[in-house]
């Protein structure tokens, strides 16, 4: 049967395809017991076609993390996917709900990286200051990573030419002027992905005693989450669970001859409310957040409420932050023009 899914994906004339599933056949195979994630997003629609074409012996366990902020609609696809492949998608709660969170640590800003480096300059009480990493260092001790990437300790040059660094408060423009215009008097922190997402993903692969976790992490999708990746593959040894990544070397081209050849069919997220990605309704990290919070208006009013009061500190800092970047940018320009003439 594993030869017959590597054939039919010959069929589709995509190496990148055809690569993952001779891949796919392998790791699986020697894996005992695996677990994928399932968000109900289009990454994670073609990562199950692939998992559950080649799992012949239907060992891989699926699951999904059901955060209290879903779409309706994001929940039917993870209805209509158990329906089509036959399956049982596990739903898993959170530790902590997202609204605890945000009470407890503070609301997410920007992304990731940025909320963690605030909030633990927050912690130390940080005043937002300009001044140079040694005299930051020396006022705030054991607060180093967050300092650097505040002072844009990491920006490198490479033949003479400054990189924007993703370990640097520059990679988000006008950031920093921003910050030190308006710093925040409300708490910012990452913890919410933390509680809601990434703790209880490890809780489930632990109880299931997994030595496999596949997910749908893309090369190409940019950002923190893919850079931390050089492989589709991770061997793990203190966890005894390595990692798979499926779909790591697949461009959006692929996606879309995936998409097609295998006839995928994907949320109404995308469908009919027209977004660009799904997960956690209204999270602020997403760079689209304000037209987002249009459609979640339009289409789930209450969630676009209940969104509103989780994150509301959230998006009127990021709206007055994209404001002020867009202001810089034009004063930027003049100034140039004027140089020029
Ligand atoms: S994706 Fe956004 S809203 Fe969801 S848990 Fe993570 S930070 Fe919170």
């Not at 967050?146 to 520059?170: D, K, P």
């Not at 990692?243 to 959006?252: C, E, G, M, V």
Request: positive net charge; aromatic residues 14%.
């Amino acid at each position: 049967m594993s030869n017959k899914v590597f054939e039919k994906s010959l069929e589709t004339e995509n190496y990148a395809i055809s690569d993952s599933y001779a891949k796919a056949v392998n790791v699986i195979f020697h894996s005992n017991t695996a677990v994928c994630s399932i968000s109900g997003g289009s990454d994670s629609d073609i990562v199950l076609d692939i998992v559950h074409n080649v799992d012949e012996l239907k060992k891989v366990a699926y699951y999904w993390i059901d955060t209290g902020l879903e779409f309706s609609v994001a929940k039917d696809h993870i209805s209509f996917l158990e329906e089509k492949y036959g399956i049982e998608i596990q739903k898993i709660k959170p530790e902590k709900s997202i609204p605890t969170c945000v009470r407890e640590y503070g609301v997410p800003f920007i992304s990731k990286y940025v909320s963690e480096q605030m909030m633990r300059l927050q912690a130390h009480h940080f005043q937002w200051e300009d001044e140079p990493l040694e005299i930051l260092l020396q006022k705030y001790p054991n607060c180093k990573t967050a300092l650097q990437w505040w002072c844009n300790a990491y920006y490198t040059a490479e033949n003479g030419v400054q990189q924007m660094s993703r370990f640097s408060i520059n990679r988000n423009k006008w950031l920093k002027e921003f910050i030190m215009q308006n710093p925040p008097d409300f708490p910012i922190s990452n913890k919410c992905c933390e509680y809601s997402k990434k703790k209880p993903a490890r809780n489930f692969i632990k109880s299931m005693e997994a030595d496999l976790e596949i997910t749908g992490i893309r090369k190409s999708e940019g950002g923190v989450r893919s850079a931390n990746y050089k492989t589709c593959f991770s061997e793990s040894k203190s966890k005894n669970c390595n990692t798979y990544r499926p779909i790591f070397w697949y461009s959006d081209s692929d996606k879309r001859i995936y998409e097609q050849f295998y006839d995928i069919q994907h949320s109404e997220c995308y469908t009919k409310y027209g977004m660009k990605r799904t997960g956690c309704v209204g999270c602020p990290f997403s760079p689209h957040i304000t037209e987002e919070l249009e459609i979640i208006k339009k289409y789930e009013p209450k969630l676009y409420t209940a969104a509103v009061n989780i994150f509301g500190k959230s998006y009127e800092y990021t709206r007055k932050y994209r404001e002020f970047a867009k202001a810089m940018k034009e004063q930027e320009k003049k100034k140039k023009c004027t140089e020029l003439t």
